[in-house]
């Protein structure tokens, strides 16, 4: 028997990242921004997507979500409500959105035309973990983190927020009786990911969501 | 618990790239991954071992190389290797910085086969 090594160098996630270039290809030519929404279970990403798509729409803007869940069309049925459309994604037991199921999803979406939209939204499964790993095409990763959650967040998951473009802080309009030390939670945030632009918002009062619709007006923008 | 569907992309990555050597049974399987890559080394292991069971690949060891974050600083232009991921700041002037040199790999570095001796000739340098 003889001992041979054979150099690889190849990334274990090749193929999602070959699918995602595609579809990153693909969204730019359609001139599509495209956010993918990540946090934990319960961070209230359904609530910020809701009250994002109906004011988008209010305004004119034109956006849609792709909606990732284990099980359940719930949230699709809830963001449909906004008049945006909306298309669910069942992972069955499967805890990140992966590119494969992105395009899958894209493809047959009824009366929907990435070339017609200004916003796609893909809200991931609620996890902080392994959806860093998995690049959908997106131009924008949006880490959220609400004030119930605890200011060490950041500092507990560096590899998402770490790779995260922009953070959105949730609840704002309950800081007060969760005893949110706001100074604290930006200090992580920034020691993780330095520089990164963050929005403090309430999807119930619409506090702070001025700040993400002109921030989301001026990425849509062609460079 | 990703780790099984990236175990799942290492088994199809490998017995791609052993196919091509005939007759080999695949020894080691080196990785490379970044201290940022959200993968729990007992946990790939684990899964690794489920993932090759009744295949080829059953067996095979898995070498698992942690990288070390490395940033560089616009202050002060230094590469410097981060001791955790709890913060991002430059060892030499303290500058946070956004700047990422490595830490966040997901690879497969080599592979290592068992091969018999008599191999046939031409079969070499096919990769």
Known sequence: ?223 | MHELSIAASIVESVAEAAGKYPGARVKVVRLRLGALAAVVEDSLQFCWELSTAGTPLAGAALAIRTLRVIVHCDGCGMETELDGVQSFRCLKCGELTADLRQGRELEIESIELEEPDKIEEGVEGQI
């Open chain 1, 1 to 223: 028997m003889t001992t041979r090594i054979v150099e690889l160098r190849r990334g274990i996630l090749k193929k999602n990242d070959e699918l995602a270039a595609g579809l990153r290809t693909r969204f730019t030519s359609a001139g599509v921004l495209v956010l993918n929404l990540v946090s934990s279970p319960g961070t209230g990403k359904t609530a910020f997507l809701e009250r994002t798509l109906r004011e988008l729409q209010a305004r004119g803007a034109r956006a849609a979500a792709l909606v990732g869940d284990l099980e359940t069309d719930n949230d699709a049925r809830r963001l449909g409500a906004s008049g945006a459309p909306v298309r669910q994604i069942n992972t069955h037991g499967i805890c990140h959105l992966d590119a494969e199921m992105i395009a899958k999803h894209l493809d047959g979406w009824a009366g929907v035309s990435l070339a017609d939209l200004h916003y796609l939204f893909i809200e991931n499964v609620g996890n902080l973990v392994c959806p860093s790993s998995y690049d959908l095409g997106e131009r924008i990763r949006v880490a959220l983190l609400s004030v119930t959650e605890g200011e060490d967040k950041p500092l507990k998951y560096p590899g998402l927020f770490n790779s995260a473009d922009a953070a959105v802080i949730t609840k704002i309009d309950i800081a007060g009786p969760c005893g949110f030390d706001r100074e604290l939670a930006l200090r992580n945030i920034n020691e993780i990911r330095p520089g990164i632009r963050v929005f403090e918002t309430s999807a119930k009062t619409g506090a702070g969501m001025e700040d993400w619709f002109a921030y989301l007006a001026a990425q849509a923008k062609p460079s």
